[in-house]
Nanobody
Framework: QVQLVESGGGSVQAGGSLRLSCAASGYTGSTYYMAWFRQAPGKEREGVAAINGPGTTTYADSVKGRFTISRDKARNTLHLQMNSLKPEDTAMYYC????????????????WGQGTQVTVSS
């Protein structure tokens, strides 16, 4: 059974850092994409960062230079290091896996975690 479990969310002041993790189980192989999405209240879910099997990364413009996505294939774990956090980064963050049509679009991601809340105060 495929399962994604996020951890590492919390509350932090603006300018601070958090590191999110996503443990994946039930997958075979490593060619699939993994990604982080976020959704703030009243807004659509948006792609934050994605990484494919060979390790190519894609970032949303809003997080470039501040967030870093990484993948530990041996442990089937995905991470998101978030630095210089801003209040507008406040959202529920979701881990996703699959074969997307576009890395930062939801279409094609077949598996989703339950989410972890990130709150950034000013």
């Amino acid at each position: 059974q495929v399962q994604l479990v996020e951890s590492g969310g919390g509350s932090v002041q603006a300018g601070g850092s958090l590191r999110l993790s996503c443990a994946a189980s039930g997958y075979t192989g490593s060619t699939y994409y993994m990604a982080w999405f976020r959704q703030a209240p009243g807004k659509e879910r948006e792609g934050v960062a994605a990484i494919n099997g060979p390790g190519t990364t894609t970032y949303a413009d809003s997080v470039k230079g501040r967030f870093t996505i990484s993948r530990d294939k041996a442990r089937n774990t995905l991470h998101l290091q978030m630095n210089s956090l801003k209040p507008e980064d406040t959202a529920m963050y979701y881990c996703a896996a699959g074969y997307p049509w576009l890395p930062l679009r939801t279409g094609g991601y077949s598996d989703w975690g339950q989410g972890t809340q990130v709150t950034v105060s000013s």
